[in-house]
């Protein structure tokens, strides 16, 4: 989160047409779970106008990029890289060493989609994996980041959004903030209308 050293999510091996879901997801858990950005690699266009869609309406600061060179962007990191995959080793293992390193220095969280080169387990500070059991990368990312910040970033304030979600125990409400400008609705709002790819 913006109070700490940077958290930059990495999605590696998008799939045009097969992925456009599963990468938007990623980028919306990156974002709501406390990361500073996400860098996705290929062809990724939709995804990333979702993700910038979703931040100027509920928040940010939050930052979606694209990359035709993840290799680039692995080696050029300034700080700690942690690859989340269910071969790697348990995370509840290695959690406080990771901890101990982003108080030091940035960190980077490689998520994969088809499979990834083995160059990127070499290159990798830690193989992490949340379970050793397949389970989607969307929940791995969720966990990691959860036990990163430890809860804090459920608590996360968010600037300039025009849109607030009202926490109800029956219901859904979406209402417009302070800084929304002109006709803007309470009415309730499907939240998967929110994040659908079109």
């Known amino acids: 989160m913006h109070a700490d050293h940077e958290v ?9 047409g097969r992925d456009n879901r599963m990468t938007t997801h990623v ?33 940010g600061p939050f930052d979606a990029e694209l990359t035709e060179e993840p290799r680039a962007v692995l080696r050029a990191f300034p700080g700690t890289v942690v690859h989340l995959t269910m071969y790697g080793l348990p995370v509840q293992e290695v959690e406080s ?8 220095g940035p960190v980077l969280i490689v998520v994969g989609a088809e499979k990834v ?22 929940a791995g990312l969720a966990v990691f980041l959860d ?4 809860g804090r970033e459920l608590e996360r304030e968010w600037a300039d959004a025009t849109h607030r979600v009202v926490p109800m125990a029956t ?3 979406v209402e417009p903030t302070e800084a929304a ?17 079109e």
Do not use: C, W
């Open 147 to 150: 036990r990163l910040f430890e």
């Open 27 to 59: 980028g919306l858990t990156a974002r709501a779970l406390g990361a500073d950005r996400v860098i996705i690699s290929g062809a990724a266009s939709g995804s990333k106008e979702t993700i910038e869609d979703i931040t100027d309406r509920f928040g």
């Open 171 to 173: 219901g859904k409400k």
């Open 117 to 138: 080169p083995f160059d990127v387990y070499e290159r990798a500070d830690y193989n992490v994996g949340v379970t050793n059991q397949p389970h989607s990368e969307v």
């Open 181 to 197: 400008e002109g006709g803007a609705t309470s009415e309730p709002t499907n939240q998967a209308e929110l994040t659908d790819e």
């Open 8 to 16: 930059v999510v990495l999605r590696l091996g998008h799939r045009p």
């Open 97 to 104: 060493e990771i901890k101990g390193e982003h108080g030091e």
